[in-house]
């Protein structure tokens, strides 16, 4: 089965809405139509940025969709600070990421508690991109491909083969996070690969053919046809170039096939 290539650009905490505004339409006008029946390009903006940005899309009836970097694994309630799943379909957000490596650190985000996201969001309607990804002395032990899939089986733990068949994983290596480093596309591929392998053997080669499986790491114009050439390689969550207009219009289209015009 084909699967449509997705290229998301993951702002973090960058842009305020009228750079957002500036960067999606920058993105649109660059980005010919033809490239939008071969991959999908998706943005997601810091949450201030949203709004903006649907107002954007749905306005000037773009190919973009857009999403969210997080969302609370509850629908409202006493929860200070806290976005929900609810909020981010009313916006008509069509991703969020979910269990980001940064989260995971910075905000001691539990697989248990990852899984409770993922979940919020299928309920909601909205695609979770469920990171997994190893850090760099598990990778120097060998030990990467036994890390990730014990993420993946713990992320996606009670969900329905049906349920598991609508989630984006996203391999993104934590040493290559912003680093420059970015994988080898064999060594991206032996994960991604395993991520499949495993998808396969918990619900089924329907499922495992299904789901798209992004790498993110350092990805650029440059070296996203070498990784989007592996097997298992569905496209790319993409950090700091797609801060770049046309660095990322260019990344975009070459996951499309290019070349750049
Ligand atoms: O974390 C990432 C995307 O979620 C990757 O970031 P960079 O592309 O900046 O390495």
């Not at 989260?103 to 508690?113: G, K, V």
């Not at 409770?116 to 909601?124: D, S």
């Not at 032996?190 to 990805?219: H, P, Q």
């Amino acid at each position: 089965m084909a699967r449509t290539p997705l290229i998301a650009g993951n702002w973090k905490m960058n842009l305020n809405h009228l750079e957002a505004i500036a960067l999606v339409q920058k993105i649109a006008f660059s980005l010919p139509e033809k490239y939008y029946a071969k991959v999908e390009v998706a943005v997601l903006p810091p949450f201030t940025a949203i709004r903006a940005v649907q107002n954007v899309i749905e306005g000037d009836k773009l190919k973009i969709k857009y999403g969210a970097q997080d969302l609370s694994p509850v629908d409202s309630g006493a929860y200070t600070g806290d976005i929900s799943g609810l909020m981010l379909s009313k916006l008509g957000c069509h991703y969020v990421v979910v269990g980001h490596s940064e989260r995971r650190e910075y905000h001691l985000e539990s697989d248990e508690l990852i899984n409770k996201k993922v979940k919020a969001a299928l309920k909601h309607g909205i695609t979770p991109i469920l990171c997994v990804g190893e850090k760099l002395e598990v990778r120097e032990a060998g030990g990467q491909v036994e890390h990730v899939t014990e993420q993946l089986v713990a992320n996606l733990k009670g969900l329905k083969a049906e349920q598991v068949a609508g989630v984006v994983v996203a391999y993104e290596p934590v040493w290559a996070i912003g680093t420059g480093k970015v994988a080898t596309p064999q060594d991206a591929q032996e994960v991604c690969g395993a991520i499949r392998k495993k998808l396969d053997e918990k619900y089924g080669a329907e499922v495992a053919n299904t789901v798209r499986v992004l790498y993110g790491g350092s990805v650029k114009s440059g070296n996203v046809s070498d990784l989007m050439a592996m097997s298992d390689i569905d496209g790319a969550l993409v950090g700091g170039a797609s801060l770049d207009g046309e660095e990322f219009t260019k990344l975009s289209a070459m996951a499309a096939g290019g070349p750049f015009v």
